[in-house]
C-alpha cells in the first residue's frame, strides 16, 4: 500500500522549511531509521528518517525547494513491486528550487530600486497598530509594517495597506539590477534561517522595551582558578577536560540567576513566568547565521561537566546535528565576543527570554584598590533586558551577583 511521506514539524515554531537535499533516490530501498533527507529548517539544517520500510517510489519536492509548509506530502513510499498511484499529484504552492536569473547590467539604465519612502513626520511613535490579517501578511512577506502607513480606524493598518506596499516594493530582478549596475555587487539569496533572523529579532525589538545595563568586572581571580583545573585534568581518556572563560562565565550567569530568580522568567500576558532550572542558551556563530544550543540546568551542573557539554553542543551546532530540544527554549542567553577584541556591545533579548549577557573582551588596564594603583583584567559586560519582566534595579542586582561569582569564582566549584 502506498504511503505518503509528509513535511515534517522540527520544531515547535516550524510551519514550513526548504528541502535541502535527498539522500535517497526513486528506486532505491528505504529501512525504517535511514535518513531520507535534509531539511533546513528556521535553526539549523535537519536530518529526516524513514519510520517505515518500503521502497521511494516517487520524490514529489525536488532538491532546492523552500516554503514547503508542514505535513505537505514530499515522497510516496511503496511496497517491493507496488506501482505508484496515478493520482497522486506534486503539490503546488511551493517555490520553485531554480535561481531567479539576475538581469545583467546596462550601463545607461537607471537604477530602478527606489527607496523607501520615509516616515512622516507626525506620525505617532509607539505601537504599531495593524488588523490580525495585516500582521499575518506582513509576517510571511517580510514586510515592516513600521513603514506602511494605515489607512483604516485611527490609523490602523489592514490588509489593503500591507498590498499596497507589496505591490511598491522593488522586485528581486530591480534590486539585482540596481546592485549590478552600481558595480561589483551581487544578491545573496536569503536561507530559510537568515529569514527567521530578521523577523524574530524585528519582532523582539518592535515589541519588547529593552534596557541596558553595564558593569565592569575583574578576570584575574577567575583565570588564575582556570590555569589551576586545568593542570589538574588527566592528559587523555573520558575523564580529560579543558576549561574555557565561557564555560566559568556559563556557570556564574547560572549561579547568578539562582540568586536574583526574577531575571530567570518570561513574560505572558496572563502572567509571569519564573523558572526554575537555569537553561543557559550560548550564541553560536554559523556561517548563514547563529544559532543558540542550550546548557540545561547549569545551576547543577560542574564546571566540568559544563564545559564537555558546551562544547558538544557547539560542534553538533557547526556540524547541523543538533536536535530541536537542544536549541529550543532556554531561560537565560549569552553572547561572547571577547575572542574578536571587542570593547562593549549590546545583544537583542531572545524572546521568551527576558535578558541577554552581551560579554566582551577581557583588557589590562589601571584599576584604583583602595588608595592604590594596580593592573586588572577587565571586561565590560551589559545586560539587555525586557523591562515587562524586570525592573532596573533587578538588573543591577543580577549584574552584581555575575561580578561577585566572577570575581571570587571559588563559588563556581562549591
Do not use: C
Not at 66 to 71: D, F, I, K, L, R
Amino acid at each position: 500500500m502506498a504511503t505518503e511521506i509528509l513535511m515534517p514539524a522540527l520544531s515547535p515554531t516550524m510551519t514550513e522549511g526548504k528541502l535541502a537535499r535527498w539522500l535517497k533516490k526513486e528506486g532505491d530501498a528505504v529501512n525504517s531509521g535511514d535518513v531520507l533527507a535534509e531539511i533546513e529548517t528556521d535553526k539549523a539544517t535537519m536530518e529526516v528518517e524513514a519510520i517505515e520500510e518500503g521502497i521511494l517510489g516517487r520524490i514529489l519536492i525536488q532538491e532546492g525547494a523552500e516554503g514547503v509548509a508542514v505535513n505537505t506530502p514530499i515522497a510516496i513510499l511503496v511496497e517491493e513491486g507496488e506501482a505508484v498511484p496515478d493520482n497522486i499529484d506534486t503539490p503546488k504552492n511551493v517555490a520553485s528550487a531554480e535561481p531567479a536569473p539576475v538581469p545583467q547590467p546596462v550601463a545607461s539604465a537607471p537604477v530602478a530600486a527606489q527607496a523607501a519612502p520615509a516616515q512622516r513626520a507626525d506620525k505617532p511613535v509607539g505601537r504599531v497598530v495593524a488588523s490580525p490579517l495585516a500582521r499575518r501578511i506582513a509576517r510571511q512577506k517580510n514586510i515592516d509594517l513600521a513603514a506602511i502607513q494605515g489607512t483604516g480606524p485611527n490609523g490602523r493598518i489592514v490588509k489593503r495597506d500591507v498590498e499596497a506596499a507589496l505591490n511598491k516594493a522593488p522586485s528581486a530582478g530591480q534590486v539585482a539590477s540596481a546592485l549590478s549596475a552600481s558595480g561589483g555587487s551581487s544578491a545573496v539569496p536569503h536561507t530559510t534561517m537568515r529569514k527567521v533572523i530578521a523577523r524574530r529579532l524585528s519582532e523582539s525589538k518592535a515589541t519588547i522595551p529593552h534596557f541596558y545595563v553595564s558593569i565592569d568586572v575583574e578576570l584575574d581571580a577567575l583565570l588564575a582558578l582556570r590555569a589551576q583545573l586545568n593542570a589538574m585534568s588527566p592528559a587523555e581518556g573520558a575523564d580529560a577536560f579543558k576549561l574555557s572563560v565561557n564555560d566559568m562565565l556559563i556557570k556564574a550567569s547560572a549561579v547568578a540567576l539562582k540568586q536574583v530568580p526574577e531575571v530567570n522568567a518570561s513574560y505572558t500576558e496572563e502572567a509571569m513566568i519564573l523558572h526554575e532550572d537555569a537553561d543557559i542558551s550560548v550564541a553560536v556563530s554559523l556561517d548563514d547565521g547563529l544559532i543558540t544550543p542550550i546548557v540545561k540546568q547549569a545551576d547543577r551542573k560542574s564546571l566540568k561537566d559544563i564545559s564537555q557539554e558546551a562544547k558538544d553542543l557547539i560542534a553538533r551546532a557547526r556540524a547541523g546535528k543538533l536536535k530541536p530540544e537542544e536549541f529550543q527554549g532556554g531561560t537565560f542567553s549569552i553572547s561572547n565576543m571577547g575572542m574578536y577584541g571587542v570593547k562593549d556591545f549590546a545583544a537583542i533579548v531572545n524572546p521568551p527570554q527576558a535578558a541577554i549577557l552581551a560579554i566582551a573582551a577581557g583588557k589590562k588596564q589601571a584599576v584604583v584598590k583602595g588608595n592604590e594603583l594596580a593592573i586588572a583584567t577587565v571586561m565590560t559586560v551589559t545586560l539587555s533586558v525586557d523591562h515587562r519582566v524586570v525592573d532596573g534595579a533587578a538588573a543591577a542586582r543580577w549584574l552584581s551577583a555575575f561580578r561577585t561569582a566572577v570575581e571570587s569564582p571559588l563559588s563556581l566549584v562549591l
